[in-house]
């Protein structure tokens, strides 16, 4: 194939963050906060995160435009031993506040890690007492907890505990293999995150990560089973097909244990750690029988149990790399503008008069197009309208581009408040919040009220070079 | 500010439910009925809730409109020790029936509670065998069960057990603060309830109740929580930042016991007794980790922990009171008429021929705009058309008043019957189901087919003052 | 009333298709597949399964097409004992591919029931080692596997345990009852199905089936629910309106037990054993608690106590035979064309450019109007594009019938693929997908721009006799 300039931006910006992130994950943190409970004579155990925004392979030539940890989708995973002391840094290298909630800590975490501004680091030191499988995410505070979670900033972290887990004991040995899988939801815009409405779901940042690429398993293979649903929204039932769970613990503790089941319900940060003898030889589907709203979109994978399988001891959480998508088909921003055939362009008649929804740190409808004279509302449907910056959720609609004379600008809008202009001026117009500015939107008034005239008349086709054009100017600096 | 009319009707409206809520709740009950259990020995707890119509603070400066127990939702909250004996009396003050169901009581309540007419007082006596966390609901019947309960008539009975929970074990010493949550969801019309849909959700009465009032904690204090989830629809997980759960209780049964983990999963109905120790200063956030569809809409609090923090023993469930909201920008009727940025008119071009769905005891669209000669259609998705009145899903479509010279009424329909009427008389119609007439919508039939002549062209500006004179005119009797 | 021909070609084709499903089972199946587990010493039990098409009754004169095994939704129910050996038949008479997932089985299954051609026939033998209450349903592999269980091919099988249930131990006798039952959801279209929105919830095939036919029993009885929530959406939480739960079990395993409750709740594919006393007379709502989601679109019955109800000792889950439907009002058929009530006929102006969605084997909006020279896209959001045939959610758009002269086809789509065709010809047109052929679509390129001519002035009128003649026709083989 060809690549066209565009594309070259897109391969080469994607390739520039995938190094970038990897760098980042070298640096040396300098703990610039306390922490509350640090013994001197334990070994104490890191974790280095790294929160930026970021444009990601979530596959299928599907790319996702959000924030993450350290490049990835579920960010990185940890694993330590129940006892052990963890210090964590988070970096904050993104031009937006970040920060970071850490389920496997019981202790105050927000006051270490709760808001942590553009260039700015800092460090939280906890005792990890509990065991079990649990999730993080970012957490700036108040609406930009729920707003950067969906956008792709969560992970797994595991706290193996001291006890010995059932199936271990009966059969004396230690697991085959261990799976860890995070679940989770990927959303086009704020008002199908706030109706739950996914338009992809994912074991590992992947949709059919597994079926793609299998996971090798033997006949009489012991394994064990993390699973987080990190939802956002939804709530699983995490199944083997051709398979009854031996032992499940809830949120992995040991003690919680339930036995012989065909299941795991899961709402989001639910956790379970599952263990299963594989019975036989064969494909074994691995899936959430939540099947329209989770398994058709993307959570199904496979266990490939051979006699001669390759040996592969683990399978991590983290997604896929930062990497060059060569001919990407469609792109998901659930913040700003995705290609066009999910963020489509809404024309609306003379004297229709568009509402657009501020919602999920998102404009919906994100594109319209409008004659002359149209008056266009904007409402804050977000509800937090209290604090300030990534924390709060009010928003303004603010032009910053456009090809023709009308300018615009709301004031700072309450929940449920709104504000309403009238276009007159021909022309395309880009918008953002100037609290939230990574939230995108166009209007565009068109010339005349010709509504038969919106495009050359078209032959039959295929529409995935369009598609290409699209996504490449939208994910354009 | 000044006060307008329209205002002063609504502050008065409300200042007055306030008053007789009060009131109604101090009256002596007339029990009406007979009961299963009343043992003679024994001293009998009172219970007396009285069923009504009413506006309500939601916070925010939204308004709800809908039905309650005693004014306020979530309802009157009770505890009492198992093995006590409970005696419920319900007087229903409203103009449609109500009822009552406890699921405290492991006995007949249908017979004495299940369908209370407009005037009557019921009651019902029974043992309070069973520890837990109870939802108590209205239950006139059929239908009406669900409707009911979405519009507002639901609380928290607790049964404390004659068992003692772990931690008070382990620590020998009782609770420092009892904070008893209903996590309930508010919906703009029966569509969205029928989609799980919520306009908000909240702990206890009020969106980010607990962020305005932070609840108060020390360092060290032992919490028990009593968490229920009303629903009507969506599954939570409560989970706070920076705490892991001690102790889990399913039902808020002593004997359901787990332990060490991130959240509680509760689909409506569900609930939990928990059991925690606050691990250090500084405030620990409280939230349905259903981050989109409940988090960010208001389901999410604060517990401020300093070591001199003032001391409350106990927060309780209930909502706010009715009081005078001076300055509303927002009104929620489920089953009447919102203010316009909720239930948008929808204005219908010559040939497009709309559908009216009766759902949810509501008509959506609520408010629509077609021109002379238009064909309306109103078709029943409500699916319960057995029995009748308040227990019935069968609608009607009935005109009550109009500025023009349009007459219309619809035969009563069964579940997916329909039944057109071509409007040619311009003028504005208001309807509503003679059966539940608290569902109401509106037809404009405009004069001509202009259609960019919808209003006068506007300049730039807020449209608070708009709005509220939209929900003044919507809440006026 | 007088049936007319068209009524005439529904009813003889749902009572030709009941007899053919009471043969089908009947059938002495030949095993063309090998089992991994038979016991020779040991009796085998026999669990024969028939898939194929199917038009359903599923209440209140509401028509469900789709898939079936044996010619009910759920499908036959089958309970052995825990340690017994079962051979699973399935004979696919359909002229699409099937299969099976049983759920009861821990034993490689999809190797021998997970892809059975039109007019084959499969069998499994496995052990029934865990004691439980297990879903079954179809699986033909990939995108199928959920496409199939949508539409209507599932049902309980139960394991009984070698232990005793604790209520049976307390009370020292088996169960005067056993409930069981299945609660499922049924979708108008893939999107719906996407979107987790059911247009019915049902227990055991038909809304509100204990309803109209209640449950009887006597106070003190002692009743086993084998309750089983296959979803395929939606989580529940059962509850019976005047009850606590005496025992509940996870998944139906007598390790799993938890007390005193007034819910379980289930994701789908999880179940539960659950026992109880009848504590009284009259009558107690069983019902899921999500109200709005749930228990208002079907999901209520009731059990009717009284000291001389007739004896019932079993309710089995099976929903209700094909049986002629002499009056239906609104036809369900999720991938196909249903009534024009619920896949409605989407009317555009000229100068609108629709997209059509494929999505969970629909094509919707299912029926669209156009303008000469109107450009329609056809965008593919079904996500699983490998594999091939019922397996693969690949799509295409192909016509099939019409009365114009436009002909069209589009190439086959993967994931978020669109192909676009201008239509300039009037008439109507019909099309399947070649893949999935009983999805079907069509578009009415209308004569003219006169936009309000859509049809005949209307004088007020009950829809029902046209509701009719629409489901005969689209039901027409």
Redesign the interface.
């Given at each position: 194939m060809t690549v066209n300039n565009g594309q070259q931006r897109l391969i080469v910006r994607i390739a520039v963050a995938a190094v970038v992130a990897v760098l980042l994950t070298l640096t040396a943190c300098n703990a610039a906060g306390g922490g509350?409970a640090e013994a001197a004579g334990q070994s104490v155990r890191e974790f280095n995160l790294v929160a930026r925004s970021d444009v990601l392979n979530v596959g299928?030539?599907?790319t996702f435009e959000g924030f993450t940890f350290n490049g990835t989708m579920p960010g990185p995973q940890k694993v330590v031993q129940q006892g052990e002391t963890v210090k964590i840094t988070v970096e904050n290298v993104d031009s937006v506040a970040h920060g970071l909630?850490m389920?496997?800590?019981?202790?105050?975490?927000?006051?270490y890690l709760g808001n942590i501004e553009p260039g700015e680091t800092a460090t939280l030191t906890f005792e990890a007492?509990?065991?079990?499988v649990?999730?993080y995410h970012c957490?700036p505070g108040?609406?930009g907890?729920?707003?950067h979670?969906?956008g792709g900033q969560f992970g797994m972290f595991v706290v193996e505990p001291s006890q010995t887990y059932q199936l271990e004991q009966d059969l004396g040995r230690e697991p085959d293999i261990k799976i860890y899988i995070v679940q989770h939801e990927v959303?086009k815009d704020g008002r199908d995150?706030?109706?739950?409405?996914a338009q992809?779901v994912m074991f590992n940042g992947e949709?059919?990560r597994y079926?793609?690429d299998p996971i090798p398993a033997r006949p009489g293979d012991y394994i064990r089973f993390y699973y987080l649903n990190v939802?956002?929204?939804l709530?699983?039932?995490f199944?083997a097909?051709?398979?009854?769970w031996d032992y499940i613990y809830?949120?992995g503790?040991p003690?919680?244990l339930?036995?012989?089941?065909?299941?795991v319900?899961?709402?989001?940060?639910?956790?379970y750690v599952i263990e299963w003898q594989v019975?036989?030889?064969?494909?074994?589907?691995l899936?959430s029988?939540?099947?329209?709203?989770q398994?058709?979109?993307?959570a199904?994978g496979i266990i490939q149990?051979e006699p001669d399988a390759p040996r592969v001891a683990e399978v991590r959480s983290e997604g896929l790399s930062s990497s060059p998508v060569e001919d990407p088909?469609?792109h998901v921003a659930p913040f700003g503008l995705g290609s066009e055939?999910l963020d489509?362009p809404v024309?609306y008649?003379?004297?229709?008069?568009p509402?657009i929804e501020m919602v999920?740190n998102s404009f919906t409808p994100k594109r319209i197009e409008v004659a002359p004279?149209t008056?266009v509302?904007w409402?804050n449907e977000?509800?937090?309208?209290?604090l300030e910056g990534e924390l709060t959720?009010k928003h303004d609609a603010v032009m910053v581009s456009g090809d023709g004379d009308d300018h615009?600008a709301t004031?700072l809008l309450?929940?449920?408040?709104?504000?309403?202009?009238?276009f007159t001026e021909p022309g395309t117009y880009e918008y953002i919040c100037s609290i939230h500015p990574y939230m995108r939107g166009t209007v565009t008034v068109y010339e005349d009220t010709?509504?038969?005239?919106?495009?050359d008349?078209?032959?039959?086709?295929?529409?995935?070079d369009g598609?290409q054009e699209t996504i490449l100017a939208s994910a354009a600096p």
């Open positions: 509350s299928d030539r599907v909630s389920h496997a800590a019981n202790a105050q975490t927000s006051n007492e509990y065991p079990g649990y999730m957490a108040g609406h907890i729920m707003a979670t969906m959303y995150f706030f109706d739950g409405n992809y949709t059919f079926v793609k939802g956002p929204n709530t699983s039932t199944h097909v051709g398979g009854i809830y949120g503790n003690n919680n339930m036995q012989g089941t065909q299941s319900v899961s709402g989001p940060t639910d956790s019975p036989g030889e064969g494909p074994f589907t899936v029988h939540a099947f329209g709203t398994a058709i979109k993307g199904l149990s088909k469609r055939d489509k024309r008649r003379p004297g229709e008069e509402y999920g004279g008056t509302t409402i977000d509800v937090f309208d209290m959720g615009f004031p309450d929940h449920a408040e709104s504000y309403t202009h009238t010709d509504l038969t005239a919106r495009s008349p078209q032959s039959d086709g295929l529409q995935a598609l």
